[in-house]
Nanobody
Framework: QVQLVESGGGSVQPGGSLRLSCAAS????????MRWYHQAPGKERELVATINSAGDSTTYADSVKGRFTISRDNAKNTVYLQMNSLKPEDTAVYYC?????????WGQGTQVTVSS
């Protein structure tokens, strides 16, 4: 059974940093592309960052380029999202995602709030 469990969210002031983690189980993590999405209130879920199975290829939404970094530790079955220079518009629920055997899976999400 595929499980994705996010953690690390919280409240932070503009300009601050957070590091999100997503612990994965129930599938072969080391061969799976992993993604982070976010969903702001009243908006659709949007792709934030993607990392390939080896961890040597990443892509980012334009809105987070230069501020966010996705990484992974295949020995720990964990993917991370380091978020720096946070802005109020980054406020959202952040979700971890993968596709396994042609089906998409989501974690429960972790809330990030950026406010002064």
């Amino acid at each position: 059974q595929v499980q994705l469990v996010e953690s690390g969210g919280g409240s932070v002031q503009p300009g601050g940093s957070l590091r999100l983690s997503c612990a994965a189980s129930g599938f072969t993590f080391s061969i799976s592309t992993m993604r982070w999405y976010h969903q702001a209130p009243g908006k659709e879920r949007e792709l934030v960052a993607t990392i390939n199975s080896a961890g040597d290829s990443t892509t980012y939404a334009d809105s987070v380029k230069g501020r966010f970094t996705i990484s992974r530790d295949n020995a720990k079955n964990t993917v991370y999202l380091q978020m720096n220079s946070l802005k109020p518009e980054d406020t959202a629920v952040y979700y971890c995602n993968t596709r396994w055997h042609w089906q998409g899976y989501w974690g429960q999400g972790t809330q990030v709030t950026v406010s002064s």
